[in-house]
C-alpha cells in the first residue's frame, strides 16, 4: 500500500482532520452554537414558503458539476415541515416527469404529494409550469410555431389544475426564454402578443376550474429577470411586465400581477425598494422571491441577508409600512459547498430565520421614535415662507436635509443592535 504525506506549510498550525463521520455532528453543534434560531412553532406564524427546487438543487450549473444528491419532494416537504416552514411550492415537472404531464400518473403524483403535506402539516402555496427547460421551449412558450404554442397553452392550463388540486393560492410565470440570442431573428410585437395569448388561456382555464372546486382564482404572477437564459429579454424588469398587464393584450388583467424577485431587480442595478413600490402604487405586488446577490451580475441566487442586510432591512420597512406580509417565497440555491445534510441543517433554517429577525427589525424602525421624529420634521418643513422664493425656502429647510444622513445612521444602529445598548468596548 501506498501511503501518500501531505504536504506541511510550515507557517500553518498543524490541525487535526475532521473524520467524515463526525462533520455532520460538528456542523449541527456550531449551527446551535451560533444561537438566535427560532422554534418551528414561530417560524409557522409567517407566510414563507418553501420551493421544491431550491432544496432539491444539485449543485449544477452551465459550468458546475452537481454536488449532492437528488432529493424527491417526500424528503424536502418532511424537513420544511421540521424546520417550521409552513408552505410549499414547485414547478409541474420539479415532481412529475414531462412525459407524464395530463396523464393518469400526473395525478397519482398529485395524489401522493398531497398526502406528504397532510402528514407533515405543510399548505401548497404556489405552482408554477417549467415553459424554459425543456428542448421545446428552445425559442420560448410563445415561439413562432403554432404547436409549440399550444403545447404551452397546455402546460398553463395543466399547471391550473394541479394548483386546485393542490388547494394553491398562486401560479407564478417566469418567461425567461422570452426573447432571442440574435437580433432581428423574431418579431418582438408579435411574439408579446403570442405570450398574452398563453396567460389568456391559463386565466381562462382558472376561471372554469375555480368554478368546478367551488374556490377563488388564482392570483397570477409575472416574475422578470433582465438576462439569462436569452441574451436580450421581452419583459426584463418588473416595470416592464406592469406595462404589459395593462397594454390592452390581457382579457382578464385584473387577475394578473407580479412576482419580483429580489435579486432578478438588483441585477440590473435597479434598487429593490423602488420597485416593490410600484408594483404596490399599482395594486400588483402579489408574491414576493426572497434571496440576495450582486448588483450587474448573474443570477446567483444567495440566501436572503447574506449580501445585502441593510437593504433587505428597508425592504422589508416599505413592505411592513403597506400592510404586505407574504408569500415570501425563499427562492435561492443553497452554495455547491453545502452538503445534503447541510442544506436541512443549515442553510434553510437559517435562511428562514434571517428573515423574521429582519422583519422584526423592520418592526423597530417603523415604531423607532428617532426615526419617527426625524421623518415628521422633514414632512413638517420650515415654517411659513414665501414658496415662490427659492433661496428663502431652502434656507427654511437646508438644517433640517440633515435628518436623511441621521436616518440612514439610525437605520444602521438598529440593524446591528447600537438602538438596544450594544457597543464595543475600545
Not at 504536504?7 to 462533520?23: G, W
Not at 415532481?95 to 400526473?106: K, M, N, S, W, Y
Not at 415561439?143 to 402546460?155: I, L, N, Q
Not at 420634521?377 to 415654517?383: E, I, P
Request: hydrophobic share 45%; with cysteine.
Amino acid at each position: 500500500m501506498v501511503v501518500r504525506v501531505r504536504y506541511h506549510d510550515p507557517l500553518d498550525p498543524i490541525m487535526n482532520p475532521i473524520p467524515p463521520s463526525a462533520q455532520a455532528s460538528l456542523v449541527e453543534r456550531l449551527t446551535s452554537a451560533c444561537g438566535g434560531s427560532y422554534s418551528p412553532e414561530v417560524r409557522r406564524r409567517y407566510f414563507i414558503s418553501g420551493p421544491q427546487w431550491a432544496a432539491a438543487y444539485e449543485g449544477q450549473a452551465l459550468f458546475h458539476a452537481p454536488t449532492r444528491e437528488p432529493v424527491g419532494f417526500e424528503r424536502v416537504i418532511e424537513e420544511y415541515g421540521k424546520i417550521g416552514i409552513a408552505h410549499w411550492a414547485t414547478h409541474d415537472s420539479d415532481v412529475i416527469p414531462t412525459e407524464a404531464l395530463g396523464t393518469d400518473r400526473q395525478w397519482e403524483i398529485v395524489s401522493r404529494i398531497k398526502s406528504a403535506l397532510a402528514n407533515n402539516g405543510l399548505a401548497c402555496s404556489m405552482v408554477t409550469a417549467e415553459t424554459f427547460h425543456h428542448a421545446v421551449f428552445a425559442a420560448s412558450p410563445a415561439a413562432e410555431s403554432p404547436e409549440v404554442r399550444e403545447y404551452g397553452k397546455f402546460r398553463l392550463r395543466n399547471n391550473i389544475a394541479i394548483g386546485h388540486e393542490l388547494g394553491a393560492q398562486y401560479a407564478v410565470y417566469w418567461p425567461g426564454s422570452l426573447g432571442y440570442q440574435i437580433q432581428g431573428a423574431i418579431d418582438e410585437t408579435q411574439t408579446l402578443r403570442w405570450f398574452a395569448e398563453g396567460l389568456n388561456a391559463a386565466c381562462e382555464a382558472d376561471i372554469e376550474i375555480a368554478a368546478r372546486h367551488g374556490r377563488p382564482t388564482l392570483k397570477h404572477c409575472m416574475e422578470a429577470k433582465p438576462f439569462e437564459p436569452q441574451a436580450e429579454i421581452l419583459l426584463p424588469t418588473s416595470d416592464a411586465m406592469l406595462a404589459f398587464i395593462n397594454s390592452g393584450l390581457l382579457k382578464h388583467p385584473e387577475m394578473v400581477g407580479l412576482n419580483p424577485e429580489y435579486l432578478h431587480e438588483l441585477m440590473w442595478g435597479a434598487a429593490v425598494r423602488a420597485a416593490l413600490a410600484r408594483a404596490l402604487l399599482c395594486g400588483k405586488l402579489f408574491h414576493f422571491d426572497i434571496n440576495d446577490g450582486y448588483r450587474l451580475k448573474h443570477d446567483v441566487d444567495i440566501a436572503v441577508g447574506l449580501v445585502n442586510p441593510l437593504d433587505w432591512l428597508n425592504v422589508l420597512v416599505l413592505l411592513r409600512s403597506h400592510g404586505f406580509s407574504g408569500p415570501f417565497n425563499l427562492d435561492y440555491k443553497p452554495p455547491r459547498t453545502t452538503s445534503n445534510h447541510g442544506v436541512f441543517a443549515v442553510s434553510f433554517p437559517t435562511a428562514v430565520d434571517r428573515f423574521i429577525t429582519l422583519w422584526e427589525m423592520a418592526g423597530d424602525v417603523i415604531e423607532d421614535p428617532v426615526i419617527k421624529e426625524a421623518t415628521d420634521a422633514l414632512k413638517a418643513g420650515g415654517g411659513p415662507v414665501d414658496t415662490l422664493d427659492a433661496a428663502a425656502v431652502f434656507r427654511a429647510n437646508k438644517e433640517l436635509l440633515s435628518l436623511h444622513e441621521l436616518i440612514a445612521h439610525r437605520l444602521f444602529q438598529i440593524l446591528i443592535g447600537a438602538h438596544r445598548g450594544r457597543h464595543y468596548n475600545i
